[in-house]
């Protein structure tokens, strides 16, 4: 084995690194989950700055990455069955507590961690069935909290069929023809978590990334063209697995089922293009329940 070296994310050709590595990494631990799939590491390096990721690679090959969200949140991951896992990681925690000094006091807790109650220094996940990453967490000085994330896994296998819907809304997907709208719902979606970032340049870069399909970018439309909820699905085609990422819904239009039907909508196109599961991610202090998979967060 060569040696195992890092370096920061640089460029587009890293984005592909990471959607293999989510590959591969899904292949490895299913049917449990895994931290990334490759809707997620797309739809990450399209939102946000790029100063803050950093690779780990045995030659050319990625065996790691990690990624740190000022004041406080750490997203990484190893390649499963690593041999060097304990070390990488022990790395990446340095890195992270690194950035965290160097960053302290330049900003505020987020406001969506802030409504979920956290209110540390740092914050990272663990699969609740990752005994390696959970024991090297505790290692570190991390402690659990109460709350958990939840991620939920649906069959395709059987017909999918669609709420009933206002007769004045249709379903459909969004095309070049919506950058403006399709951003602005995302934006009042989540005005309620605080300002988005999301602009009409980062729309339209995203989907022109890999990975992205059209058609899987499913919204909700009302009679006069408005866009009420929407939804993006990716594909891991390899493994036969969707994913959402994101999925939202104007605050005057929550309890309507639009955000249901969007979902529903992405699996009936998920399933005919050959996927048999889809997930989608819920965050909140909530248990988990027993027909969910626990993601445990830690401090």
Same mark, same amino acid.
């Given at each position: 084995?060569?040696?195992?070296?890092?370096?920061?994310?640089?460029?587009?050709?890293?984005?592909?690194?990471?959607?293999?590595?989510?590959?591969?990494?899904?292949?490895?631990?299913?049917?449990?989950?895994?931290?990334?799939?490759?809707?997620?590491?797309?739809?990450?390096?399209?939102?946000?700055?790029?100063?803050?990721?950093?690779?780990?690679?045995?030659?050319?090959?990625?065996?790691?990455?990690?990624?740190?969200?000022?004041?406080?949140?750490?997203?990484?991951?190893?390649?499963?069955?690593?041999?060097? *896992? @304990?070390?990488?990681? %022990?790395?990446?925690? #340095?890195? $992270?507590?690194? +950035?965290?000094?160097?960053?302290?006091?330049?900003?505020?807790?987020?406001?969506?961690?802030?409504?979920?109650?956290?209110?540390?220094?740092?914050?990272?996940?663990?699969?609740?069935?990752?005994?390696?990453?959970?024991?090297?967490?505790?290692?570190?000085?991390?402690?659990?909290?109460?709350?958990?994330?939840?991620?939920?896994?649906?069959?395709?296998?059987?017909?999918?069929?669609?709420?009933?819907?206002?007769?004045?809304?249709?379903?459909?997907?969004?095309?070049?023809?919506?950058?403006?709208?399709?951003?602005?719902?995302?934006?009042?979606?989540?005005?309620?978590?605080?300002?988005?970032?999301?602009?009409?340049?980062?729309?339209?870069?995203?989907?022109?990334?890999?990975? *992205? @399909?059209?058609?899987? %970018?499913?919204?909700? #439309?009302? $009679?006069?063209? +408005?866009?009420?909820?929407?939804?993006?699905?990716?594909?891991?085609?390899?493994?036969?697995?969707?994913?959402?990422?994101?999925?939202?819904?104007?605050?005057?239009?929550?309890?309507?089922?639009?955000?249901?039907?969007?979902?529903?909508?992405?699996?009936?196109?998920?399933?005919?293009?050959?996927?048999?599961?889809?997930?989608?991610?819920?965050?909140?202090?909530?248990?988990?329940?027993?027909?969910?998979?626990?993601?445990?967060?830690?401090?």
């Amino acid at each position: 084995m060569r040696n195992i070296a890092s370096r920061p994310y640089q460029s587009a050709s890293d984005l592909i690194l990471l959607i293999e590595f989510a590959r591969r990494a899904a292949k490895a631990r299913w049917p449990r989950s895994t931290y990334k799939n490759v809707g997620d590491m797309v739809w990450a390096m399209y939102n946000g700055p790029s100063d803050n990721r950093r690779l780990w690679l045995n030659g050319a090959a990625l065996v790691a990455y990690a990624s740190f969200e000022a004041p406080f949140n750490l997203e990484f991951d190893i390649e499963p069955g690593l041999a060097r *896992y @304990d070390s990488v990681a %022990d790395e990446i925690l #340095e890195w $992270a507590g690194t +950035r965290a000094h160097e960053q302290a006091g330049r900003n505020t807790i987020p406001k969506a961690y802030a409504m979920l109650g956290y209110e540390m220094l740092s914050l990272t996940t663990a699969l609740g069935s990752d005994r390696q990453r959970i024991s090297v967490l505790e290692r570190h000085g991390f402690t659990r909290t109460e709350g958990f994330d939840v991620l939920y896994r649906r069959s395709l296998r059987d017909p999918i069929g669609l709420p009933p819907l206002d007769p004045l809304v249709r379903l459909r997907h969004a095309t070049d023809a919506d950058l403006e709208a399709r951003v602005d719902v995302h934006r009042d979606s989540w005005s309620v978590w605080g300002p988005s970032d999301a602009t009409v340049d980062n729309y339209r870069r995203l989907r022109n990334s890999p990975v *992205y @399909d059209p058609e899987l %970018d499913v919204v909700v #439309e009302d $009679a006069d063209g +408005r866009f009420l909820a929407y939804c993006i699905g990716w594909l891991d085609v390899s493994n036969g697995i969707g994913h959402f990422e994101p999925v939202g819904c104007r605050p005057a239009y929550t309890g309507r089922g639009y955000a249901r039907a969007v979902t529903l909508e992405g699996m009936r196109r998920m399933r005919a293009r050959g996927s048999h599961t889809a997930m989608v991610f819920n965050g909140g202090r909530q248990p988990a329940r027993a027909s969910a998979i626990s993601v445990v967060r830690f401090r």
